[in-house]
């Protein structure tokens, strides 16, 4: 550690006693980060709703232990979102049964209606901001980008617009931005807005058919599908710098997740070939096809990391989430 062998300590020093109380509270720290996952397990699994089954699934992200998690009262999910620290999975639901927003336990257990959040007309992306206990959502039909509590009450009409065509969202949480995919009458195009959703700007313009959309705030970049033109794309977070990041071997990509810490892009695919989940490095190396087979997969979620045990106080939830966002890289799911 940084307080051992320090080369600026030499004993009889006037900073002694403030090198020791350092050392002591840098071993205070270290110990308490420590305990926070001193039962934790090593979490690598992937999330997906099936649009086709009616289901959401998730496996380890070596392919083993797949399973189906909520197989009852879903239908037709569509965008995932993961509460790692509140241990609750978040989905959209757009279908002629109703739309919704739903959420049940990572095990897929105590499956909960949201229903404060009525009135939708064909929800679609869903993006969490833990830290402010608050969700975000979009709703294709009314041409709207929603906020509201975890818990559906308290719902906001963030951005409001009858030709706005949202699919999916991302937050930036830290640096206060929201961002999303959209289709309009003028085009489709990448867009960003306040949290608040006052300062919308156009980012990118003349793509066919985006639809997810992840961010890479630490490397300064943003990745969206474009389901119509056959790839997957990134550019800098203000919109500049378009490049391909994948062209061949993707036909339909739909939805999109980040495991920062492994440095892989996670997509779904939705093409007449095969419904399966692909992945590859964030450059578009090293393609590979991880399940295939699948009826329709929608929204995906990627957990790469230790999953600590839930605290029983929100003080100690709001602690432990500052502590793994800010020093553990691999918390790359609490924020979409």
């Not at 020093?13 to 934790?40: Q, V």
């Not at 399973?67 to 999975?89: M, Q, R, Y």
């Not at 830290?174 to 006052?198: F, V």
Request: net charge negative; charged share 15%; proline share 6%.
């Amino acid at each position: 550690m940084a307080f051992m062998n320090n080369p600026g300590y030499a004993p009889g020093h006037r900073g002694d006693a403030m090198n020791r109380n350092s050392s002591s509270i840098s071993l205070l720290l270290a110990t308490c980060f420590l305990s926070l996952f001193a039962s934790a397990a090593c979490a690598e699994t992937i999330y997906w709703t099936d649009r086709g089954s009616n289901k959401i699934q998730r496996a380890s992200l070596n392919g083993s232990g797949y399973e189906d998690l909520v197989v009852v009262n879903v239908f037709e999910p569509v965008s995932i979102a993961l509460d790692v620290v509140g241990g609750k999975l978040y989905w959209t639901e757009a279908s002629p049964a109703g739309f919704m927003i739903s959420r049940a336990n990572l095990d897929g257990t105590n499956v909960e209606l949201l229903t404060p959040l009525d009135h939708l007309a064909e929800p679609s992306g869903i993006a969490l901001d833990i830290a402010a206990g608050k969700l975000y959502l979009t709703d294709v039909g009314n041409g709207r980008i929603l906020r509201a509590n975890l818990d559906g009450t308290g719902q906001e009409i963030l951005v409001s617009d009858p030709s706005l065509d949202a699919v999916e969202i991302a937050l930036d949480p830290p640096g206060g931005k929201m961002y999303w995919t959209s289709s309009t009458p003028s085009g489709s195009m990448i867009s960003r807005a306040n949290l608040d959703g006052t300062n919308v700007e156009t980012l990118v313009t003349g793509l066919l058919n985006p639809s997810g959309i992840a961010l890479d705030a630490v490397g300064g970049k943003v990745y969206w599908t474009d389901i119509g033109a056959g790839k997957i794309q990134r550019a800098n977070m203000n919109g500049t710098g378009v490049e391909d990041v994948i062209t061949s071997s993707v036909i339909a990509p739909v939805r999109i997740s980040l495991d920062l810490a492994a440095a892989k892009i996670y997509w779904t695919e939705a093409s007449p070939a095969d419904f399966m989940i692909s992945r590859a490095n964030l450059d578009g190396s090293n393609l590979e096809f991880l399940f295939p087979g699948l009826v329709n997969p929608s929204g995906i979620a990627v957990l790469s990391g230790p999953t600590p045990v839930v605290p029983t106080t929100w003080s100690a939830i709001k602690l432990l989430y500052k502590v793994t966002v800010r020093y553990s890289p691999s918390y790359s799911a609490i924020t979409p």
